[in-house]
């Protein structure tokens, strides 16, 4: 059952809020599936869009280590300078200026049942309204018998840092179908998402649970089941369709990024100082990234991941057009023009960091095979076609570097810092 392009379209524009019509989609090709095109002039540095996701949720073990954000939007809860004290592990690290910390802790709510907490009254109604009567544990929120808590104990125990992807995503979902009055507008919605055959799934789930995937995912599902049956999907909870929606979220999830320090440190760039002053402020932002990259090394931030309906038609280039961010600090995903963008031109976004997109046509084109399965045919690699593919000594080595990391350690749409 699946939604028009329109009614797809007209859902993002108006749970966005600022999304501009200037955007559509279409079916580019049986290999590339949909795209996102422009229908008028987006000049370079213009936002094209703004989109909330259907589903987000903060990674578990993200949590546990306690990134405090808030249960809804992603939203850092933690003050700046506490913040610095957590990821220094110096509980007397001060932060000049703080007057530039936006986090308003007189605005937190939690939930009266099980505490978890939320950014605004806002989110909290938010969440309370989408999924949230399904999911709240009550009590039980500290029960390892609660039915969810078993649940995400055993993905933490399959799923290590660095984490890209949330079973929690998935039970968000179903939460939403169980509560919606209107069930099957939420099931042609989810019904979006690009599908890939039986094989591709498999090779989707092998690469994010590892060697031991089928029985791992067959514990998952049956888990999953216990905690969150319901009819309205009765798909999703067979072998098949488990593995489906598994590798839908572990293809389009995309990652999110905040950081009340990161908003600080931005806050503090666009101070108008004295040249003295500035270099002060600059030496002991330099200095407090050296402290945390000693401490707590490169996890700086509250991470999740949510499912974007138009951002996820954007298609991969090695030369994107535009970039993802998350500026206010919280779920809602910036799409910015990095060029000019002619009306019916697609527009483009890379599935790779910087570092990735400087390396070989060959490095390139193996990152995205392994890790979503398409071979890259943007003007960059095909202006380098004619190269050999074998890759450079350098790249080589870091290769093998990266073959000792966690499968999934590139799987997942690059995280945005904000």
Known sequence: MAASMCDVFSFCVGVAGRARVSVEVRFVSSAKGKG??????????????????????????????????????????????????????????????????????????NCPHCQVMYCSAECRLAATEQYHQVLCPGPSQDDPLHPLNKLQEAWRSIHYPPETASIMLMARMVATVKQAKDKDR???????????????????????????????????????????????????????????????????????????????????DTLELKPQDREQLDAFIDQLYKDIE?????????????????????????????????????FLLHVTALEDIKPGEEICISYLDCCQRERSRHSRHKILRENYLFVCSCPKCLAEADEPNVTSEEEEEEEEEEEGEPEDAELGDEMTDV
């Open 36 to 109: 996102l095109f422009a229908t008028q002039l987006i000049r370079k540095g213009e936002t094209i869009f703004v989109e909330r996701p259907l589903v987000a949720a903060q990674f578990l073990w993200n949590a546990l280590y306690r990134y405090r954000a808030c249960d809804h939007c992603l939203r850092a809860l933690e003050k700046a300078e506490e913040n610095a004290q957590r990821l220094t592990g110096k509980p007397g690290q001060v932060l000049p200026h703080p007057e530039l910390c936006t986090v308003r802790k007189d605005l937190h709510q």
């Open 186 to 268: 939420w099931i042609r919605l989810f019904s979006q998402f690009c599908n890939k055959t039986a094989s591709e799934e498999e090779e989707i789930v092998h690469k994010l649970l590892g060697d031991k995937f089928k029985g791992q995912l067959e514990l998952l599902r049956r888990l999953f089941t216990e905690a969150l049956y319901e009819e309205a999907v009765s798909q999703w909870f067979t072998p098949d369709g488990f593995r489906s929606l598994f590798a839908l979220v572990g293809t389009n999830g995309q990652g999110i990024g905040t950081s009340s320090l990161s908003q600080w440190v931005h806050a503090c």
């Open 294 to 330: 000693a401490a707590t090394g490169e996890f700086l931030n509250c991470e999740g991941s949510g499912l974007f309906v138009l951002q996820s038609c954007c298609n991969h280039s090695c030369v994107p057009n535009a970039e993802t961010s998350f500026p206010e600090n919280n």
